[in-house]
């Protein structure tokens, strides 16, 4: 099994390049340990939306290699310290180098390039808080490395400049630099570093400002170097303090045994990829450990070594959806750690995380979805936080107002009324409904009884924006009049061009009902207008109206965008109201066309493993709509046969007979032998272990 693995694992990585997504957010090249703070990798390219995560595979000339990174974001941040190795002489016309993809190398925890223009080979792993550099210098030319202390991942050169609010850089020696840097692109943060040698450095030249505003220098350092020699480079980081990046180092990383530390990265991502074991072609086997490969990408542990464990980087709005559910079943051992970093953020800041990023709050989306995830966790049996104190937060969380959350408002009127709330009114009620729903569910659970009526009451409230003329959730203003006209199709963006629902229209946020879809069934007229207007969203002409940002919104078939979150339940509700082959055939259709193996296969950016988390679930036959208290609804498993490893000698298997790839549909199915004859699986029933099998045909 080892060997097979290890066969595969060196796949994965390198598929990072085919699913690299149409958009090209963040997925890159990046070496780490599941769950590390330090990403270290590539950099192609900045001050763009292209370039949140600093890498585009078409690029042909590579800028150097920063520490830190995120994983399919909407929004740049973090490119730490970027360093480049050179050769030559010290002032360059431009500090990059071409270099050729036959000549770039990646598996788990490891990545390696040739840079053509200073015949310079380049290694790198990490540790969870330490990245270690491997440069061989393969010329007798001058041996030099680039730091540039100014650097970060930003959305154009104007940032870029006054990225760094203020900087301090101490050379405690010829081999050891120490320092920190405040920042601000998507989140104010400060960041604490230590950078150490394994030679030290002949001399230092501080390079000339780019511009007045910047704020930390550029520094190029000469070894000392041979033809064939090597440079290492440690370079630890730390949310707390420079005493706490030397710790870090000491601790993760005491030597300068590179090939140790990526043995030591290559099985912790064994560890992890292991879990799940699959059956199919190897191109299957690409694409599924790939989806893996960037669930485990974060969250991240911003703690020291010496501090209890802290996870940030916690895109909620997307991974409550599936990502979270799926550490549940994956990896259940790190499940109270997420809570209890979201009780800690809590205490911090007096409200739960929306969108947490270096333990800072980023305000970015809509509703508070740290709630679905804390209280499917309490509901699945997971008890290694305080319930009391986490409901508390959430109680909290849903009834101060804040940025987005205007509970006063909607309190009033049942609903947020676009002539008051003048952005994101429908999406921001439909989403605050559904952390409504799963409050009342922990309240239920702590007999907390006055709580449980109140959260359910505005669970409802979804139900004050259905026009049941268009059949579509449409914006109502204060006075209880429908927005007049109403164009179905704009798209609304809230930065760039306001509108009324988030990052999507009226057609893709109609089914945002995911606690109550037999309720949106009932109100759309029953099964059979409720399916021949799901396949209205289908069929409808792929064009959306816009007049601002617009790029979130792709994958679409119809009007149905598989490229942003809100949709990814919507194939799953025919199955709900009582057509299971379109189910079937949407779900096969969408993991053929918009997860492919090759550069552009991914249809949109993977929003911190939301929409691999999608696919991974999705493959194995069943996906959790309602993503709070473990209900999982049925479709149709896409490889022959899928093993999760539960633990304890525990697993559950999901087998398909005749399965091939005609036959997509399911004649029936089994758990443990007995026949199923309702829509879901239960999590008890995967984590008690067992066989899930499909029987297949045309």
Known sequence: MLVQYIQTSRVILSTLIRLSVQLSLGIAFRMLVPFGLIQVGPQSGNCSWDYTGGYQYKDTVLYGFSQTRVNGTGCPDLGDL????????????????????????????????????????????????????????????????????????????????????????????????????????????????TIEFNRPYKQKHKLPLRDIREQAPRYVLDFDLKKGE?????????????????????????????????????????????????????????????????????????????????????????????????????????????????????????????????????????????????????????????????????????????????????????????DIIKDESVSRTLESCYDDYCAAQLAKALGKEDDYRFFTKRAGYYKNLFDREAGLMRPKDSKGNWRTPFDKLVISHESTSGGDYTE???????????????????????????????????????????????????????????????????AYLYRMAGKPSKTEELVNYICKTKYLDRVDGLCGNDDCGQMSAWYVFSAMGFYPVNPCGGEYILGAPQLPRITIELGNNKRFVVETVNYSLENIHVRKIELNGKELTGNSISHKDIMEGGILKFYMMK
């Not at 109609?510 to 396949?535: C, R, Y």
């Not at 816009?546 to 149905?560: A, P």
């Open 504 to 570: 999507g229209n009226a057609w893709q946020y109609t089914w945002h009902v995911q606690h109550e879809p037999d309720s949106l069934i009932n109100m759309l007229g029953g099964e059979d207008a409720f399916i021949t207007k799901l396949d209205s969203l289908f069929i409808l002409k792929e064009v959306v109206h816009n007049e601002g940002f617009s790029s979130d919104v792709t994958g679409l078939i119809g009007q149905y965008a598989h490229g942003n979150e809100p949709s990814h339940h919507v």
């Open 82 to 193: 970027l360093m480049l190795p050179y050769t030559g002489d010290m002032e360059q016309k431009e500090y990059a180098s071409g270099y050729q993809k036959k000549n770039q190398f990646a598996e788990p925890g490891y990545y390696m390039v040739y840079l053509d223009d200073y015949e310079v080979n380049a290694e790198m792993t990490a540790s969870p808080h330490v990245a270690i550099h491997r440069y061989t210098f393969n010329t007798n030319d001058s041996a030099r490395l680039l730091i540039d202390f100014q650097n970060g991942m930003v959305g154009d050169e104007n940032t870029f400049h006054q990225y760094v609010l203020n900087a301090e850089q101490l050379f405690e020696s010829s081999t050891r630099i120490v320092g920190f840097a405040r920042t601000k692109s998507w989140i104010e943060r400060c960041y604490y570093y």
């Open 230 to 418: 090597e440079l290492l480079v440690k370079v630890a980081l730390s949310s707390v303090s420079i005493e706490g990046a030397k710790r870090n180092l000491e601790t993760e990383l005491p030597g300068w045994d590179f090939n140790a530390v990526k043995q030591v990265a290559h099985k912790e991502w064994h560890k992890f990829l292991s879990r799940i074991n699959v059956k199919g072609t190897t191109e299957q086997k690409r694409i599924f450990y790939t989806a893996m490969y960037r669930l485990f990408i974060q969250p991240n542990n911003i703690a020291d070594t010496d501090q209890p464990t802290f996870y940030s980087t916690l895109s909620l709005w997307d991974t409550y959806r599936a990502a979270h559910p799926l550490y549940t079943i994956v990896s259940p051992e790190i499940v109270n750690d997420f809570v209890n970093s979201m009780l800690k953020q809590f205490d911090t800041q007096g409200f739960l995380p929306i969108w947490a990023l270096w333990g800072g709050e980023t305000y970015t989306m809509i509703g508070n979805h740290a709630v679905p995830v804390i209280v499917d966790a309490y509901l699945k049996g997971f008890r290694g936080f305080d319930v009391e104190k986490a409901y508390s937060a959430i109680r909290t969380s849903l009834l101060t107002n804040l940025p987005k959350s205007n509970w006063d408002v909607y309190d009033q009127y049942g609903y947020l009324p676009f």
